[in-house]
């Protein structure tokens, strides 16, 4: 509980650094997100020379379930390194799987006419929906933190809808998972972006990583959906 100062003029000050602290940790988040996508495009680019894609040819239940474990795993790590200098390491280690685990969609993207375009079509969706929401959620007054219940509850489902389609591969249902994950993690933009504004996380480390899960979430769901609605196959 914050102490009780009978003037404003006393309280004006400690608003004032405490805004000052929440627009800090929020340039260090825009920053440090920046920095991540280079990871992420490393780890692609290694994954498409390695031909990291075979994998999941071979094994395409056990390896998206093995890569989802690793990226829980690597999650983990960047929590519990998050007050140190090493939790940055943990962070660009963490997109860099990621950027692996992008490699698949990326590769199948390649077999299209239009694939190339359709995968800058759809980083370029990707970057407005987030400048978009991002500054909704800097300059709106309204607390947006009511949504987190039912964004986590949407995640939950679309993780279980993701893995029963695993088994079943219905395309109906990819694309139905993936149109739902777009709303998700859009809305999680707004979320996460709204609670470090209002001082809701302080830690940019954990703040960046889940900007870049929603980015990275809302980029793959929107390619899917451009490649089975619009893909031209060669």
């Known amino acids: ?27 260090n988040t825009y920053a440090l997100l920046a920095l991540s996508l280079l990871p992420t495009i490393a780890g692609a680019w290694l994954g498409s020379v390695f031909n990291f894609v075979s994998f999941y040819v071979r094994a395409p239940i056990l390896t998206p379930l ?40 990326l590769t199948y993207s390649a077999g299209f006419r239009n694939g ?23 300059v709106a007054k309204r607390d947006f933190s009511f949504m987190g219940k039912f964004l986590f509850a949407g995640l939950i489902l679309i993780i279980i809808a993701g893995i029963a389609n695993l088994f079943f591969a219905v395309p109906a249902l990819t694309l139905t998972i993936s149109c739902v994950a777009v709303l998700i993690f859009s809305g999680f933009i707004l979320y996460d972006v709204n609670q ?7 830690n940019y480390i954990m703040a960046t990583m889940r900007l870049f899960l929603d980015v990275w979430n809302l980029f793959i769901s929107l390619l899917n959906i451009l490649l089975m609605l619009t893909g031209q196959r060669e």
């Open 116 to 138: 190339g375009q359709l995968v800058a079509l759809a980083g370029g969706m990707t970057a407005a929906i987030f400048f978009v929401l991002a500054s909704i959620a800097s």
């Open 196 to 202: 470090i504004v209002r001082g809701g996380e302080t």
């Open 66 to 105: 093995v890569m989802f474990g690793v990226m829980i795993g690597a999650m983990f790590i960047v929590s519990r390194l998050r007050n140190s200098a090493w939790g940055i390491v943990a962070l660009f280690a963490f997109t860099f799987i990621a950027g692996l685990a992008t490699t698949p969609i």
């Open 1 to 27: 509980m914050e102490p009780y100062f009978p003037t404003s003029v006393t309280t004006q000050p400690s608003d004032a650094l405490r805004a000052e602290q929440q627009n800090r940790v929020l340039r």
